[in-house]
């Protein structure tokens, strides 16, 4: 592979445990059916090939290197150490709160809980009568980290990018795409219609077209469909019906 290749890939992250005698944990996957077995099920998560683009900073250093050396279906597996994943813990992240404090920011402070604080993200790891401590760090900072991943597709065609481009930045959907000369015309899910995150999403969609596609004007259809309305029924149907009805309330009286 080479850096800027947008791929589809599946991959299991493991936090490889500091005893040798203890077995690593499944700390995020692409597989529905293994999350759940592991008990990480995610509701809102998305399973499946998940595609990005190599080198654009959204994953690790080290998994970036291990994608640059693998090709179209080889299985993979490379260990990260904190220095080419997510960095080491940082002891100055870890601050402490008065129980009041947090009692103003309506936090009930148990050890374990993850909670937001001045918007950012830490766990409670200490819970004493008067004092809680949080840990700001990423959770898998100081870890290392095992990669087993598999890329499973390199879109080349331009409807295939159009899809995983579309599925990248915003959700995997089925697109109709019709392309002439510089011109691209996607015709819209209906998602888009009423979810707002699309609207930041679009920016991103557009840069990224530019980027794989010859093109210089991108269209984006909304379709409106009038639904086919019930046939209407005929005077001597509607007759019948309020006939039936009045036998109805007569029964009942």
Known sequence: MEEGDLVYVDYDIWIMPDNEDEEPILFDTTDEEK????????????????????GEGEIVEGFYEALLESEVDEESSVEVPPEKGIGNRDPGKIELFSRRELDRKGIDPVVGKEVEIDNRR?????ATAGRIR?????????KTLRYDFTITEKPEDEEELVNA???????????EVSKEDDTIDIVLPEECKYDQSWIVSKYRVVGDLRKFLDIKTINFIEQYVEEEEDEELDEEEILE????????VEDEE
């Open 122 to 126: 830490g766990t409670i790891i200490q």
């Open 134 to 142: 949080v840990d700001f760090n990423h959770p898998l900072a100081g």
């Open 241 to 248: 019906e309020l006939e039936e009805a009045e036998e109805e």
């Open 35 to 54: 999350a759940k077995d592991e008990e990480i099920f995610n509701e809102d998560a998305s399973y499946g090939h998940t595609p990005f683009v190599i």
């Open 165 to 175: 481009i579309f599925e990248k930045n915003f959700r995997k959907s089925e697109l």
